[in-house]
């Protein structure tokens, strides 16, 4: 199986704030990996240089073997790249239609995700159309913000703690899409902090801790190293 994204050795700041402290990871094509850590170990921040929004100062960050370290956000998403950020960010005062007509219109990709089928995924936002962002719950906003990035058709998807905030249904919810976009040949690349959810979703793991990643393996073995939980993600 190829690599679909490799970052290698990436050194990522808040002006002079040190964050990403030469880390690496790679997401093999049709896989979900999962990058999981406590708040503040620079998680958000892995996702924020993959998509160009906080830009790496040193390392590679290589798409499909295409360097996109150093691109602009727009540039990196018209290669396929979609972000499912970090507290939704839907536009609130469109309607569930109208927040994914823009994203298939303006940036969408050809291929197999349209708002049609969008819509059998998330069956609620059916039913939610016409609802202005702003009136959805937190849950359906971040079905939205899932079904928004789906119909641009992206290669690789970057996930960025889609559990936050949510009720512990709703996470079971998220968690059986992102689990049913495996099963359809999805790569993704999730940032969570809610354990379970990253565990289960996940083929393969990264722990990071204050800006490096400390363990890579799978679920199952990050499951047999319970040292590791208890020394970097027990709250």
Partial sequence: MSDILTVEDIHTYYGESYVLQGLSLKVA???????VGRNGM??????????GFTPARRGKILFRGEEIRGLTAFEIARRGLALVPQGRRIFPSLTVRENLA????????????NIERVLSLFPVLGKRLS????????GEQQMLAIA?????????????????????????EVGGVI???RKEGASILLAEQNLPLAM??????YVINK????????PAELQARPEIEQEYLAV
């Fill in 102 to 113: 823009i994203a298939a219109g303006e940036r969408g990709r050809k291929g197999a995700w």
């Fill in 211 to 218: 800006g490096a990643m400390v363990f890579e393996g799978t």
């Fill in 200 to 205: 289960d979703a996940a083929d393969y793991m």
């Fill in 131 to 138: 609802n202005k962002g702003n009136q959805l719950s937190g």
């Fill in 29 to 35: 094509s049709s896989s979900v990996v999962s990058v």
């Fill in 42 to 51: 620079g998680k958000t921040t892995a996702i924020r240089s993959v998509m």
């Fill in 179 to 181: 689990k049913q976009l």
């Fill in 148 to 172: 928004r990035a789906l119909v641009s058709n992206p290669e690789l998807i970057l996930m960025d703690e889609p559990s936050e905030g949510l009720a512990p249904m709703v996470i079971q």
